[in-house]
T-cell receptor, first 114, second 115 residues
Framework: GDSVTQMEGPVTLSEEAFLTINCTYT??????LFWYVQYPGEGLQLLLK?????DKGSNKGFEATYRKETTSFHLEKGSVQVSDSAVYFC?????????????FGSGTRLQVQP | SAVISQKPSRDICQRGTSLTIQCQVD?????MFWYRQQPGQSLTLIAT?????????ESGFVIDKFPISRPNLTFSTLTVSNMSPEDSSIYLC????????????FGQGTRLTVV
């Protein structure tokens, strides 16, 4: 079945450090890939997405490139801020019988220290 | 975009009782999804609720334990029946994620604690 594997957290970084959160996937067909973020006490929000191979999703300084050859969608940011502290979820969606439910990775907690 | 109102936001319930969670969307949607997020874990899809038909449950989830209603295109309920402490989780309602790779939108979630 479909699955998403994320690096385990927590990831602790100092402000302005470079961030990478690894995400790899297994899916039948051609999935769409997403990164969702959950800030403390808030609901899930879409951070960025990519719908086909070699697409790059970007938002708020975060980027991720859909790599079909390595089945990966790693999240990166060049300079993190304290306000980026949150839990990040990699997810995929594969059309099956007409519905597109999301399959989530385990989530990675990011803690950014001033 | 879609705005989802979910209630209650949290509840503490006695084991053996049932809780019904409501999900209201500000626009008509074909499918609504119910997820569970156990403490410190990721989201797991419980079921997909389609208006006018029975919900489709994922492996490990059954209708007797998690009955779902979908009376119209903007509303759904999930009931957690005969609760035990293992049901303590955050339950989330979601819409979207369908047709043309649109993003999924989530409610704020219902934090359930069973004592």
């Amino acid at each position: 079945g479909d699955s998403v594997t994320q690096m385990e957290g927590p990831v602790t970084l100092s402000e302005e450090a470079f961030l990478t959160i690894n995400c790899t996937y297994t899916a039948t067909g051609y999935p769409s890939l997403f990164w969702y973020v959950q800030y403390p006490g808030e609901g899930l929000q879409l951070l960025l997405k990519a719908t086909k191979a070699d697409d790059k999703g970007s938002n708020k300084g975060f980027e991720a490139t859909y790599r079909k050859e390595t089945t990966s969608f790693h999240l990166e940011k060049g300079s993190v801020q304290v306000s980026d502290s949150a839990v990040y979820f990699c997810a995929l969606s594969v059309d099956r019988t007409g519905r597109r439910a999301l399959t989530f990775g385990s989530g990675t907690r990011l803690q950014v220290q001033p | 975009s879609a705005v989802i109102s979910q209630k209650p936001s949290r509840d503490i319930c006695q084991r053996g009782t049932s809780l019904t969670i409501q999900c209201q969307v500000d626009s008509q949607v074909t499918m609504m999804f119910w997820y569970r997020q156990q403490p410190g874990q990721s989201l797991t899809l419980i079921a997909t609720a389609n208006q006018g038909s029975e919900a489709t449950y994922e492996s490990g989830f059954v209708i007797d334990k998690f009955p779902i209603s979908r009376p119209n295109l903007t509303f759904s309920t999930l009931t957690v029946s005969n609760m035990s402490p293992e049901d303590s989780s955050i339950y989330l309602c979601s819409v979207g994620g369908a047709e043309m790779n649109t993003e999924a939108f989530f409610g704020q979630g219902t934090r359930l604690t069973v004592v």
